[in-house]
C-alpha cells in the first residue's frame, strides 16, 4: 500500500461586525487515518450555529455541515462534528480522510434562521 499524504490547509473565517473565528493554518495527515480540526469561537452569541465549509483545490466552498450544541454526524468526508458545551469552540473529526477530501476547510458563525452559504455580508472568508 502507497503512503500518501493528505494537506488539509485552514484559513480563519470572520463573521463581520462581530465575532472572530479561528483556526490552526494546516494540518497533515495520511489517506485513512483520521484528524481532528478544530475551530475557536470564543464570542459565540447564543444563536449563532457553528458551520463548517470546505474547498476543494480549485473550485468553489461547499457546506458540509452545522451545529448548535452537541455532536452530529457527518456523512461526506465521512466524520463527526462536535461542538464543546460552553460553544465556544468546536471539532471536525474526518475518520477515514482520502485523497479527495483535501480541501481548505472553513468553520463560521451564522445566526439562527439563515441559510447556509458564504454571502458577502454575512460570513468573510479571510485568509490569516
Given at each position: 500500500?502507497?503512503?500518501?499524504?493528505?494537506l488539509?490547509?485552514?484559513?480563519?473565517?470572520?463573521a463581520?461586525?462581530?465575532?472572530q473565528?479561528?483556526?490552526?493554518?494546516?494540518?497533515?495527515?495520511?489517506?485513512?487515518?483520521?484528524?481532528?480540526i478544530?475551530?475557536?469561537?470564543?464570542?459565540?452569541r447564543?444563536?449563532?450555529?457553528?458551520?463548517?465549509?470546505?474547498?476543494?483545490?480549485?473550485?468553489?466552498?461547499?457546506?458540509?455541515?452545522?451545529?448548535f450544541?452537541g455532536?452530529?454526524?457527518?456523512?461526506?468526508?465521512?466524520?463527526?462534528?462536535?461542538?464543546s458545551?460552553?460553544?465556544?469552540s468546536?471539532?471536525?473529526?474526518?475518520e477515514?480522510?482520502r485523497?479527495?477530501?483535501?480541501?481548505?476547510?472553513?468553520?463560521?458563525?451564522v445566526?439562527?434562521?439563515?441559510?447556509?452559504?458564504?454571502?458577502?455580508?454575512?460570513?468573510?472568508?479571510g485568509?490569516?
Amino acid at each position: 500500500m502507497d503512503f500518501v499524504s493528505l494537506l488539509l490547509v485552514f484559513f480563519s473565517a470572520v463573521a463581520v461586525s462581530r465575532a472572530q473565528v479561528q483556526q490552526e493554518p494546516s494540518a497533515e495527515t495520511s489517506e485513512g487515518t483520521g484528524i481532528n480540526i478544530t475551530c475557536s469561537h470564543p464570542n459565540i452569541r447564543s444563536e449563532d450555529y457553528i458551520h463548517w465549509y470546505r474547498q476543494p483545490p480549485g473550485r468553489a466552498p461547499t457546506f458540509l455541515v452545522s451545529a448548535f450544541k452537541g455532536s452530529k454526524e457527518v456523512p461526506d468526508p465521512e466524520g463527526r462534528l462536535s461542538v464543546s458545551a460552553d460553544r465556544r469552540s468546536s471539532a471536525l473529526w474526518l475518520e477515514r480522510p482520502r485523497l479527495g477530501d483535501a480541501a481548505v476547510y472553513y468553520c463560521a458563525l451564522v445566526a439562527r434562521g439563515e441559510e447556509p452559504g458564504l454571502r458577502p455580508g454575512t460570513n468573510l472568508i479571510g485568509r490569516g
